[in-house]
């Protein structure tokens, strides 16, 4: 019999103000104890709502992890790395690269931006973008239950994204009063963010509501689990997350991730010698556009 997915902890992620100005309002998702998250270390959910012409953000490094953004909803409209409503990115920080996210104009836009770990042994990997418009993104619709895959395996379709760590990103859509049954790995940690409506999950139809974000329980056997979807009196949208814990520690500060605290200092001093580049500048190879 498969595992039965079912809700192992829930919370509503309060409002804060963001780093880019009045107009940028700020949740965050997932920072917990990253060995009850494993492999996800942050997430943030960034609401801009941008209505004048002074630049904010600018140009930063990361390296020894993976961002995954998706954006929800809008139009985020940047000097160099605009997204639309539907648009994916994972881009491959690894060794060490600078971004630039500079907003010098009105936008209005709903962006999840995750932090992914990174196997021990591709901690420093050459740097790397995917980028998978939304007019590229797999989609299943059968029975009032639309699905938008960005990464992995879900549901008989497939993203085409690479991963180092196997992960699953979906946004899952129920018509009112629909349900149904999903197919995970059952070695998955995986988390739900519900963007609109009330959805219960599992046997026990254990409800988890607007805005909140409620993590499942998982198993440590290699094998298959389900986890049970059901929409009330209104139709549902949520953002599912899954992903094989690496079961390695990181040490983590500012924009960098590491195995020991003496290769952050290492890093932040590759990145004030000018010895990180631009994403923009990497390979033709290493920017890959489905």
Do not use: C
């Not at 994204?161 to 998955?188: C, H, M, Q, R, W």
């Not at 046997?203 to 509501?209: A, D, G, I, S």
């Amino acid at each position: 019999m498969a595992f039965k997915r079912k809700l192992a902890d829930s919370y509503l992620p309060q409002k804060e103000q963001g780093f880019l100005g009045q107009g940028h309002i700020a949740r965050t998702l997932v920072g917990r104890d990253f060995k009850l998250s494993d492999p996800f270390i942050y997430l943030m959910d960034d609401n801009i709502d941008k209505t004048d012409y002074i630049p904010v953000g600018g140009p930063h490094p990361h390296a020894g992890f993976e961002t995954v953004s998706l954006l929800v909803d809008g139009k985020i409209v940047e000097q160099t790395e605009s997204m639309e409503k539907g648009d994916f990115q994972i881009m491959t920080a690894g060794s060490g690269i600078v971004h630039t996210e500079t907003i010098d104009k009105p936008t209005k836009g709903r962006l999840f931006q995750l932090w992914l770990t990174l196997p021990k042994e591709n901690r420093w990997a050459e740097p790397r973008l995917q980028i998978l418009n939304a007019d590229k993104v797999p989609v299943s619709e059968k029975d009032g239950v639309g699905i938008r895959l960005y990464s992995g395996s879900l549901a008989g379709i497939s993203s085409p994204v690479l991963n180092y760590v196997p992960l699953i990103v979906a946004e899952i859509n129920l018509g009112a009063g629909k349900s149904t049954t999903l197919d995970l790995p059952a070695n998955f940690n995986a988390f739900i963010v519900v963007i609109n409506g009330n959805v219960e999950i599992g046997e026990e139809k254990q409800l988890l509501t607007a805005e909140q974000v409620g993590w499942l329980n998982h198993s440590d056997e290699d094998s298959v689990s389900e986890l049970q979807l059901n929409a009330g009196k209104e139709d549902v949208r949520l953002i599912l997350y899954a992903g094989k814990p690496q079961d390695e520690p990181i040490v983590s500060q500012g924009p960098f991730i590491a195995d020991k605290a003496d290769q952050i200092q290492k890093l932040y001093r590759d990145f004030r010698y000018g010895k990180m580049n631009h994403i923009a500048a990497s390979p033709k190879q290493q920017i890959i556009t489905y």
